[in-house]
Protein backbone atom coordinates (compact mmCIF):
# COMPACT_ATOMS: atom_id res chain seq x y z
CA UNK A 1 0.00 0.00 0.00
CA UNK A 2 1.53 2.86 -0.97
CA UNK A 3 0.68 6.50 1.64
CA UNK A 4 0.08 9.93 0.14
CA UNK A 5 -2.10 10.14 -3.23
CA UNK A 6 -2.35 7.11 -5.29
CA UNK A 7 -1.23 9.42 -8.46
CA UNK A 8 0.47 12.60 -8.33
CA UNK A 9 1.21 14.72 -11.53
CA UNK A 10 3.07 17.93 -11.74
CA UNK A 11 3.54 19.70 -15.17
CA UNK A 12 2.67 16.73 -17.36
CA UNK A 13 2.91 17.41 -20.91
CA UNK A 14 2.56 15.02 -23.87
CA UNK A 15 3.43 16.07 -27.29
CA UNK A 16 3.25 15.04 -30.78
CA UNK A 17 5.88 16.28 -32.92
CA UNK A 18 5.20 20.22 -32.41
CA UNK A 19 1.63 19.54 -31.42
CA UNK A 20 0.85 20.14 -27.57
CA UNK A 21 -1.75 17.54 -26.62
CA UNK A 22 -1.08 18.05 -22.91
CA UNK A 23 -0.05 21.57 -21.64
CA UNK A 24 1.69 21.07 -18.24
CA UNK A 25 -1.09 19.84 -16.18
CA UNK A 26 -0.69 19.49 -12.16
CA UNK A 27 -3.07 16.83 -10.07
CA UNK A 28 -3.13 14.59 -7.18
CA UNK A 29 -5.87 11.71 -6.91
CA UNK A 30 -5.99 10.23 -3.29
CA UNK A 31 -7.04 6.58 -2.63
CA UNK A 32 -10.63 5.67 -2.27
CA UNK A 33 -11.26 9.07 -4.45
CA UNK A 34 -13.42 8.72 -7.57
CA UNK A 35 -11.70 11.87 -10.08
CA UNK A 36 -12.67 13.02 -12.82
CA UNK A 37 -11.64 14.30 -16.21
CA UNK A 38 -14.22 16.59 -17.69
CA UNK A 39 -14.09 17.69 -21.58
CA UNK A 40 -14.82 17.85 -24.86
CA UNK A 41 -13.20 15.65 -27.69
CA UNK A 42 -9.44 16.83 -28.54
CA UNK A 43 -9.45 18.94 -24.59
CA UNK A 44 -6.08 16.13 -23.74
CA UNK A 45 -8.15 13.95 -21.89
CA UNK A 46 -7.37 10.69 -23.41
CA UNK A 47 -3.46 11.51 -24.16
CA UNK A 48 -3.64 12.11 -19.84
CA UNK A 49 -5.41 8.67 -19.79
CA UNK A 50 -2.64 7.01 -21.35
CA UNK A 51 -0.11 8.89 -19.77
CA UNK A 52 -1.55 7.69 -16.45
CA UNK A 53 -2.22 4.05 -17.52
CA UNK A 54 1.37 3.62 -18.05
CA UNK A 55 1.40 3.09 -21.63
CA UNK A 56 2.50 6.46 -23.18
CA UNK A 57 5.65 8.38 -21.49
CA UNK A 58 5.05 12.10 -20.36
CA UNK A 59 6.97 14.26 -22.67
CA UNK A 60 7.93 16.50 -19.35
CA UNK A 61 6.76 16.86 -16.14
CA UNK A 62 6.73 14.25 -13.39
CA UNK A 63 4.05 11.39 -12.60
CA UNK A 64 4.07 8.94 -9.65
CA UNK A 65 1.42 6.09 -9.98
CA UNK A 66 1.17 3.84 -7.12
CA UNK A 67 4.47 5.27 -5.49
CA UNK A 68 6.26 4.08 -8.65
CA UNK A 69 7.48 5.61 -11.89
CA UNK A 70 6.08 4.97 -14.85
CA UNK A 71 9.39 5.34 -16.28
CA UNK A 72 11.08 3.00 -14.69
CA UNK A 73 8.05 0.75 -13.20
CA UNK A 74 5.95 0.39 -16.58
CA UNK A 75 5.00 -3.51 -16.24
CA UNK A 76 5.10 -2.97 -12.04
CA UNK A 77 2.53 -0.59 -12.42
CA UNK A 78 0.20 -1.98 -15.25
CA UNK A 79 -0.23 -5.25 -13.33
CA UNK A 80 -2.16 -3.31 -10.61
CA UNK A 81 -4.23 -1.21 -12.72
CA UNK A 82 -7.87 -1.58 -14.33
CA UNK A 83 -7.98 0.42 -17.60
CA UNK A 84 -11.73 0.05 -19.10
CA UNK A 85 -10.96 1.71 -23.11
CA UNK A 86 -13.39 4.06 -24.63
CA UNK A 87 -13.95 1.05 -26.95
CA UNK A 88 -15.03 -2.19 -26.04
CA UNK A 89 -12.09 -4.87 -26.96
CA UNK A 90 -14.00 -8.45 -26.09
CA UNK A 91 -13.62 -11.28 -27.86
CA UNK A 92 -16.78 -11.43 -29.43
CA UNK A 93 -17.22 -15.28 -30.40
CA UNK A 94 -15.84 -16.34 -26.93
CA UNK A 95 -18.49 -16.96 -23.95
CA UNK A 96 -18.69 -13.92 -21.48
CA UNK A 97 -16.88 -16.64 -18.94
CA UNK A 98 -14.15 -16.96 -20.95
CA UNK A 99 -13.71 -13.63 -21.62
CA UNK A 100 -12.99 -13.06 -17.69
CA UNK A 101 -10.93 -16.27 -17.71
CA UNK A 102 -8.72 -15.70 -20.25
CA UNK A 103 -8.15 -12.29 -19.39
CA UNK A 104 -7.07 -13.13 -15.73
CA UNK A 105 -3.95 -15.80 -17.80
CA UNK A 106 -2.53 -12.23 -18.78
CA UNK A 107 -1.91 -11.38 -15.16
CA UNK A 108 -0.58 -15.03 -13.56
CA UNK A 109 -2.96 -15.89 -11.55
CA UNK A 110 -3.66 -19.39 -10.57
CA UNK A 111 -6.77 -21.06 -12.40
CA UNK A 112 -8.42 -21.60 -9.49
CA UNK A 113 -8.56 -18.00 -8.47
CA UNK A 114 -9.48 -16.75 -12.03
CA UNK A 115 -12.49 -19.37 -11.76
CA UNK A 116 -13.52 -17.68 -7.99
CA UNK A 117 -12.52 -14.19 -9.51
CA UNK A 118 -14.69 -15.02 -12.38
CA UNK A 119 -18.12 -16.22 -10.53
CA UNK A 120 -18.07 -12.95 -8.36
CA UNK A 121 -17.19 -10.67 -11.52
CA UNK A 122 -20.32 -12.45 -13.15
CA UNK A 123 -22.31 -11.83 -10.01
CA UNK A 124 -21.11 -8.32 -9.78
CA UNK A 125 -21.62 -7.54 -13.33
CA UNK A 126 -24.98 -9.05 -13.00
CA UNK A 127 -24.44 -11.57 -16.49
CA UNK A 128 -24.28 -14.66 -14.48
CA UNK A 129 -27.35 -15.96 -16.17
CA UNK A 130 -25.47 -15.05 -19.29
CA UNK A 131 -22.42 -16.77 -18.52
CA UNK A 132 -21.89 -19.27 -21.39
CA UNK A 133 -23.75 -16.88 -23.90
CA UNK A 134 -21.63 -15.61 -26.87
CA UNK A 135 -20.02 -12.41 -26.20
CA UNK A 136 -21.50 -11.22 -29.79
CA UNK A 137 -25.57 -11.69 -28.39
CA UNK A 138 -24.98 -9.29 -25.31
CA UNK A 139 -26.75 -5.74 -25.29
CA UNK A 140 -24.43 -2.62 -25.28
CA UNK A 141 -24.88 -1.97 -21.81
CA UNK A 142 -24.01 -5.95 -20.79
CA UNK A 143 -20.70 -5.61 -23.09
CA UNK A 144 -20.16 -2.97 -20.86
CA UNK A 145 -20.66 -4.02 -17.56
CA UNK A 146 -18.69 -7.62 -18.74
CA UNK A 147 -15.85 -4.64 -19.73
CA UNK A 148 -15.62 -3.16 -16.47
CA UNK A 149 -15.44 -6.77 -14.94
CA UNK A 150 -12.86 -8.10 -17.19
CA UNK A 151 -10.86 -4.93 -15.83
CA UNK A 152 -11.47 -5.57 -12.02
CA UNK A 153 -9.95 -9.70 -12.38
CA UNK A 154 -6.43 -8.74 -11.14
CA UNK A 155 -8.36 -7.01 -8.31
CA UNK A 156 -6.86 -3.30 -9.24
CA UNK A 157 -5.69 -0.75 -6.91
CA UNK A 158 -6.87 2.04 -9.21
CA UNK A 159 -9.45 1.80 -12.09
CA UNK A 160 -9.40 4.13 -14.82
CA UNK A 161 -12.26 4.38 -16.74
CA UNK A 162 -12.31 6.29 -20.30
CA UNK A 163 -15.81 7.37 -21.23
CA UNK A 164 -17.57 4.65 -19.81
CA UNK A 165 -21.41 4.94 -20.84
CA UNK A 166 -20.99 6.89 -24.52
CA UNK A 167 -23.66 4.71 -26.83
CA UNK A 168 -25.54 3.31 -23.86
CA UNK A 169 -29.21 4.16 -22.99
CA UNK A 170 -30.45 5.77 -19.84
CA UNK A 171 -31.28 2.75 -17.95
CA UNK A 172 -27.64 1.31 -19.06
CA UNK A 173 -26.02 4.19 -17.80
CA UNK A 174 -27.85 4.28 -14.73
CA UNK A 175 -27.18 0.64 -14.13
CA UNK A 176 -23.44 0.86 -14.80
CA UNK A 177 -23.40 4.10 -12.37
CA UNK A 178 -25.07 1.64 -9.87
CA UNK A 179 -22.08 -0.73 -10.03
CA UNK A 180 -19.44 1.77 -10.02
CA UNK A 181 -20.91 3.24 -6.47
CA UNK A 182 -20.49 -0.36 -5.42
CA UNK A 183 -16.71 -0.06 -6.08
CA UNK A 184 -16.16 3.14 -4.93
CA UNK A 185 -17.15 1.61 -1.63
CA UNK A 186 -15.44 -1.00 -1.48
CA UNK A 187 -12.53 1.19 -1.67
CA UNK A 188 -11.29 1.45 -5.57
CA UNK A 189 -9.99 4.57 -6.64
CA UNK A 190 -11.66 5.37 -9.78
CA UNK A 191 -10.44 7.66 -12.44
CA UNK A 192 -13.10 8.84 -14.88
CA UNK A 193 -12.66 10.52 -18.30
CA UNK A 194 -16.44 11.99 -19.59
CA UNK A 195 -17.88 14.89 -21.81
CA UNK A 196 -21.18 14.09 -19.64
CA UNK A 197 -21.98 16.51 -16.90
CA UNK A 198 -24.75 14.62 -15.26
CA UNK A 199 -22.00 11.70 -15.11
CA UNK A 200 -19.64 13.55 -13.02
CA UNK A 201 -21.74 15.19 -11.06
CA UNK A 202 -23.29 12.10 -10.02
CA UNK A 203 -19.98 9.92 -10.25
CA UNK A 204 -16.81 12.30 -8.99
CA UNK A 205 -15.73 13.02 -5.59
CA UNK A 206 -13.61 15.59 -7.32
CA UNK A 207 -12.75 16.53 -10.75
CA UNK A 208 -10.95 18.61 -13.06
CA UNK A 209 -12.51 20.50 -16.29
CA UNK A 210 -9.92 20.43 -19.65
CA UNK A 211 -9.98 22.87 -22.05
CA UNK A 212 -7.56 22.47 -24.96
CA UNK A 213 -4.63 20.77 -23.16
CA UNK A 214 -4.71 22.44 -20.34
CA UNK A 215 -6.91 22.30 -16.64
CA UNK A 216 -9.17 25.58 -16.24
CA UNK A 217 -10.89 24.31 -12.97
CA UNK A 218 -10.48 22.08 -10.05
CA UNK A 219 -13.13 21.04 -7.02
CA UNK A 220 -15.33 18.99 -6.49
CA UNK A 221 -18.49 19.23 -8.79
CA UNK A 222 -20.70 21.25 -6.85
CA UNK A 223 -18.42 23.82 -5.87
CA UNK A 224 -17.27 24.04 -9.23
CA UNK A 225 -21.21 24.89 -10.24
CA UNK A 226 -21.53 27.24 -6.87
CA UNK A 227 -18.35 29.16 -8.30
CA UNK A 228 -18.74 29.86 -11.63
CA UNK A 229 -22.37 30.02 -12.34
CA UNK A 230 -25.80 31.37 -10.66
CA UNK A 231 -28.12 28.70 -8.88
CA UNK A 232 -30.60 28.64 -12.39
CA UNK A 233 -30.41 29.22 -15.56
CA UNK A 234 -33.13 30.18 -18.04
CA UNK A 235 -33.24 28.77 -21.92
CA UNK A 236 -35.06 30.61 -23.94
CA UNK A 237 -35.78 29.71 -27.60
CA UNK A 238 -37.06 32.24 -30.20
CA UNK A 239 -38.50 31.62 -33.56
CA UNK A 240 -35.10 32.80 -35.51
CA UNK A 241 -33.18 30.96 -37.81
CA UNK A 242 -30.03 32.62 -35.75
CA UNK A 243 -30.34 33.38 -31.89
CA UNK A 244 -27.43 35.84 -32.72
CA UNK A 245 -29.98 38.17 -34.65
CA UNK A 246 -31.92 38.72 -31.28
CA UNK A 247 -32.30 42.20 -30.06
CA UNK A 248 -33.76 42.28 -26.62
CA UNK A 249 -32.40 43.65 -23.49
CA UNK A 250 -31.84 40.31 -21.87
CA UNK A 251 -28.81 41.46 -19.94
CA UNK A 252 -30.86 43.48 -17.79
CA UNK A 253 -32.71 40.05 -16.74
CA UNK A 254 -29.78 38.41 -15.60
CA UNK A 255 -26.41 38.49 -14.67
CA UNK A 256 -24.76 36.84 -17.77
CA UNK A 257 -26.35 36.02 -20.68
CA UNK A 258 -24.93 33.15 -23.21
CA UNK A 259 -25.87 33.27 -26.93
CA UNK A 260 -26.00 30.16 -28.35
CA UNK A 261 -26.85 29.20 -32.06
CA UNK A 262 -29.78 27.03 -30.82
CA UNK A 263 -30.84 28.47 -27.36
CA UNK A 264 -30.29 32.03 -25.31
CA UNK A 265 -29.30 31.57 -21.27
CA UNK A 266 -30.14 33.70 -18.62
CA UNK A 267 -28.17 32.81 -15.43
CA UNK A 268 -30.08 34.07 -12.89
CA UNK A 269 -31.17 32.83 -9.20
CA UNK A 270 -34.79 32.82 -9.51
CA UNK A 271 -35.82 31.37 -12.55
CA UNK A 272 -39.50 31.26 -12.56
CA UNK A 273 -39.31 35.14 -11.14
CA UNK A 274 -37.28 35.92 -14.21
CA UNK A 275 -39.61 34.31 -16.67
CA UNK A 276 -42.50 36.58 -15.19
CA UNK A 277 -40.72 39.12 -15.56
CA UNK A 278 -39.54 38.58 -19.25
CA UNK A 279 -43.77 38.15 -20.54
CA UNK A 280 -44.57 41.38 -17.80
CA UNK A 281 -41.82 43.48 -20.32
CA UNK A 282 -43.27 41.65 -23.59
CA UNK A 283 -40.44 39.01 -24.05
CA UNK A 284 -42.32 36.17 -24.97
CA UNK A 285 -40.18 33.09 -26.44
CA UNK A 286 -41.12 30.44 -28.44
CA UNK A 287 -40.13 28.29 -25.86
CA UNK A 288 -38.87 28.55 -22.14
CA UNK A 289 -37.22 26.07 -19.70
CA UNK A 290 -35.98 26.77 -16.04
CA UNK A 291 -33.15 24.24 -14.69
CA UNK A 292 -30.40 24.24 -12.15
CA UNK A 293 -27.34 25.40 -13.46
CA UNK A 294 -24.99 22.46 -14.29
CA UNK A 295 -21.43 21.50 -14.99
CA UNK A 296 -21.61 22.52 -18.85
CA UNK A 297 -22.47 25.90 -17.74
CA UNK A 298 -19.07 26.02 -15.92
CA UNK A 299 -17.37 25.37 -18.67
CA UNK A 300 -19.12 27.29 -21.26
CA UNK A 301 -17.98 29.99 -18.60
CA UNK A 302 -14.56 29.27 -18.26
CA UNK A 303 -14.06 28.32 -22.25
CA UNK A 304 -15.97 29.83 -24.36
CA UNK A 305 -17.48 26.63 -25.68
CA UNK A 306 -20.14 23.72 -24.42
CA UNK A 307 -19.46 20.10 -23.68
CA UNK A 308 -20.55 19.23 -27.02
CA UNK A 309 -18.70 21.43 -29.10
Known amino acids: MTTGPILEAHDLVKKFGDFAAVKGISFAIDRGESFGFLGPNGAGKTSTMRMISAVSQPTSGTLSILGLDPREHGPNIRGRLGVVPQ ?34 LLEFAQLTERANDKVDDLSGGMKRRLTIARALINQPELLILDEPTTGLDPQARHLL ?127 GRTLVD
Open 177 to 303: WERLYRLKREGVTLIITTHYMDEAEQLCDRLVVMDNGSIVAEGPPRDLIARHSTREVVELRFDVESHDDIDLPLSSFAERVEILPDRILLYVDQGDETLADLHAANIVPASELVRRSSLEDVFLRLT
Open 87 to 120: EDTLELELSVRLNLEMFGRYFDIPRRTIRERTNE
